[in-house]
């Protein structure tokens, strides 16, 4: 049996505030770990989950998706705001630095590596994976969701995760 996904996190929010896990207990969790200059998995990836969440009406509003960087050299709440506000509005970014970025991305088990690039903003790229978590209302570990199929696909494995007990 595997080791337990998910864990204790304390970051920042994308208005400066300092958020947790617990912060988020009460709301189901979508997250996604990501960063903004990525140019095709991320922008891919929070589109699908934004037409997921749209797709499945009044329950998305007991959903909270949160938007992880695994850049926080470049990633601060003001750039992940500016990124998601407009194109991603569902979505809160979060960011911290790197002892608290990483401690995050153990408990979920998520890879992301800074790469030199020369032709990337910066010089660096930060190759990741790319899967979704759902947490439950406790924060606890629901599923999770791999970079594959649609948004209607996952749409209808998102309401199978909300509702449990009914057939689909």
């Known amino acids: 049996m595997s080791a337990p996904v998910g864990g204790v996190f304390a970051l920042t929010n994308h208005y400066g505030q300092p958020v947790t896990n617990t912060s988020f207990h009460g709301k189901y969790v979508l997250l996604?770990?990501?960063f903004t200059h990525c140019k095709v998995v991320c922008p891919r990836a929070l589109a699908r989950l934004s037409q997921a969440l749209e797709m499945i009406g009044d329950v998305a509003g007991d959903i909270q998706p949160l938007y992880i960087t695994v850049d926080s050299d470049r990633d601060t709440p003001d750039v992940m705001r500016a990124f998601l506000e407009h194109t991603y509005p569902r979505?809160?970014?979060l960011t911290g630095d790197r002892e608290h970025i990483s401690a995050v991305k153990s408990a979920?088990?998520?890879?992301?590596?800074r790469k030199d690039d020369p032709d990337a903003p910066d010089g660096y790229v930060v190759p990741h994976t790319a899967f979704s978590f759902l947490l439950d209302r406790?924060?606890?570990y629901l599923a999770h969701f791999v970079d594959a199929g649609d948004a209607t696909e996952l749409a209808v494995r998102l309401r199978r995760c909300l509702s449990p007990g009914e057939a689909g």
């Open 32 to 34: 996604f770990f990501g």
């Open 91 to 93: 979505f809160l970014g």
């Open 108 to 113: 979920y088990k998520v890879y992301a590596e």
């Open 138 to 140: 406790k924060g606890d």
